[in-house]
Structure formats: structure tokens, C-alpha cells
């Protein structure tokens, strides 16, 4: 077992009570350590996905899947946070439906839900939307909100390594700063494209993402 396995297995010892009796306020910290246990897992798989993209050694695990079920499975776990924030986290339920086709449905549900994560972190007590369309060979994604909106010059910095400050009130002021990176390398590694559009701050923006639609492999 890896060092943070052994740590998260502890963690659930002593939140279950295995190895004793815990006070509700111990308890409430060992939760938070184990959810920060959670996080830093997480964020060493996107290290660890994006330095293989990066080498040419990722192999995408491609299944023919529905793009819009994976969505959907992801936004359900980012529902909390949404409420968490006052904001209401919806998908768009107008648009025809998109058959299924092949991609990395573990990666690009990540990849996703770090731009929902994101939209719904700076749209407090406003709305993330989230809707999936098919244009001629290629599925688009838009996330939608109406949040802080992004500067010409945010736009810019937006998708690169480690950009946690892109300006007072951006849409990635806080955080590791490789969430959005994480989504651009993912995407690039489907052949698909990835870009932010806002009218300017306080005005909301779109993160829009391109994927091509393949029926076989």
C-alpha cells in the first residue's frame, strides 16, 4: 500500500470507531482529514494523468458511452457543493439527445466536473448550466454561468499550469491552479478543443469543450 493509502485507511478506522471511541468533535476533524486525505489522491492522478499526456504515453481507455449520462452522474456528486454555494446546477434538458460513441468516460468526467466545480465556486447564489450537443462530427459541451466573468486577459491564462490569480474577483482565484489545465490536457488528448467566452466581468461566462463524436473505434 502507497503511504496516502495507509493514511485514508486509518482515517476510516477512527471515523467508524474501530479503534475506539471518538468525541462528535473528533470525529468532525477526522472527517476533515480524511476528505483532504481524498483530495490530495485526487490531485496526484491529475499529476500523474497530465505528465503521461504530456509524454506521449497516455492510452485513452475508450468505451462507447453516453456522454450525457456521464455528465449527469457527475453533476449528482457536485450537487452539494452547488447547494453548499446557493447555486442552482442544472443541465439542459431542450437539446436532442446524443448517441452513444466512443471516449474516456473516467477522464472526461473529470475534466468536466473540475469546469462545473470551477463555474459553481465563483456563481454564488446564481446558476451553472450545463448542456450537451451534436454538431456535424463533434459533441460540444457548454458550461454556462452567471458568475464573475472573465477579462480578455483572464481568458488568456486561463487553461495554463498553475494559474491560480488571474485577477481580483476571476473565476480562478483560488485553488491548485491545475484543475483547468487537467480539462485542456484531457480534452487535447481526445483531438478536442477547449476554450472560455465572457462579455466581461460580472457578466457570467461559457466553458466550451469540443470533443470528436467516433460510433466506432
Known sequence: ???????????????????????????????????????????????????????G???????????????SDKIDLLKPLAKQNNV??????????????????????????????NA???????????AIVREGHKVRIVISDTGTGL???DIKKLFERFV????KKSMVQTGTGIGLYFARRVVEAHGGAIWAESDGRGRG????VEIPFHAKK
Do not use: C
Not at 89 to 112: C, G, H, N, Q, W
Not at 164 to 167: D, L, P
Not at 205 to 208: D, G, L, P, V
Open 164 to 167: 491560480t490569480n488571474v485577477g
Open 1 to 55: 500500500q502507497t503511504p496516502l493509502a495507509v493514511i485514508k485507511s486509518i482515517f476510516h478506522l477512527l471515523e467508524d470507531g474501530q479503534l475506539g471511541k471518538v468525541t462528535a468533535q473528533q470525529k468532525d476533524y477526522i472527517g476533515r482529514g480524511s476528505r483532504q486525505s481524498e483530495k490530495l489522491l485526487d490531485l496526484i492522478e491529475k499529476f500523474l494523468t497530465i505528465s503521461r499526456v504530456e509524454a
Open 57 to 71: 504515453r497516455i492510452t485513452l481507455s475508450l468505451e462507447k458511452k453516453d456522454i450525457k449520462k456521464v455528465i
Open 120 to 130: 459553481i465556486k465563483f456563481a454564488p447564489s446564481g446558476t451553472v448550466e450545463v
Open 151 to 153: 477579462s480578455k486577459n
Open 205 to 208: 461566462s461559457q466553458f466550451i
Open 88 to 117: 442552482q446546477l442544472k443541465i439542459d434538458t431542450t437539446s436532442k439527445a446524443v448517441a452513444p460513441f466512443y471516449f474516456d468516460a473516467r477522464l472526461i468526467s473529470e475534466a468536466i466536473g473540475n469546469l462545473i466545480d
